[in-house]
């Protein structure tokens, strides 16, 4: 029995960890498979469209290619193609687009869209992003995880997330742990602590699943003895440029540095980032924040700690390939071997 069969992919708190470890399993399998040239088209004669209404590169491009090499045909919808939201209703356009495609992917601003996409549609949703929450995204980090630690339960893994932790990755990272039973740390200022309700519901889920989810502005206490440092962008994609001020004022102690490593008290701790990543001077955006706030050395993370974690943030963002293809196969096809 696939229990993921014509579900939508909206939150991870939506799946049990049994469903989580199936689709990692499955990922690892496509992985290997693709690796060897040894893929089977399990999609042909699918359709799926992909509605963007933020940039993309990985997430795009990971439906696209998962979806070309299992032979389903995809349509790109980028932002401002659609009448999505402005002439029809998104009731209507589910409707409309669920006659016409197998499965419907959404990016977008405001995670209350893709709820009523997927009410209205009869095909599977999957979240590409929204404000809210990157399921997709986190799938892929938890993969990382294992290939990085095969013989290790999820349960006994401690991740330290620093930064942003009211956005959504923060978010989805928490979900993940709570379900998984990662000890979890995100270390922030106050300001930027998760959304109350989410963390509440998942630090109960945590201590059910008997491990803890907890928020400290104490970096030399989150970080310590941690197998994973994770970090986002400070701004994300929606919010206004003039956020950048008051975020670097208060995130720049948070920034991924070599002090920070040096706290966790693990020579071997792995740093992760789903990317993109503002750590060098090769893009116009870096350049001019750090021109205009003083800064010298990458925002959320610096060069060189990006630069020998560059291994593992590059496969991580590979993963966002073989993890997509397991949530689209599993969603589109009724019966499949995990
Ligand atoms: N990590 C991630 O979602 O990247 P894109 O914004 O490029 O899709
Ligand atoms: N928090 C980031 C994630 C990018 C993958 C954003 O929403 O822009």
Known sequence: MNYFYQRDFLRLLDFSNIELENIIILSQKLKKIKKNNQETQLLKRKNIALIFEKESTRTRCSFEVAAFDQGAHVTYLGPGSTHLGTKESIEDTAKVLSRLYDGIEYRGHNHEIIEILAKYSNVPVWNGLTEKFHPTQIIADLLTMKEVYPKKKFYEIKCAYIGDSHNNIAN???????ILGIDLRLISPK?????????NTCQEKARKNKTQITCTENIQNGVKNVDFIYTDIWVSMGEPEQTWKEKIELLKNYQVNENIINMTNNPSVKVLHCLPALHDKKNNIVKSILKKYNLTNGIEITDSIFQKNEKIIFEQAENRLHTIKAILIATLIKTINF
């Open 191 to 199: 300001q930027y602590w998760p959304e109350k309700n989410i963390l």
């Open 172 to 178: 989805t990272l928490i979900e993940a742990a709570s």
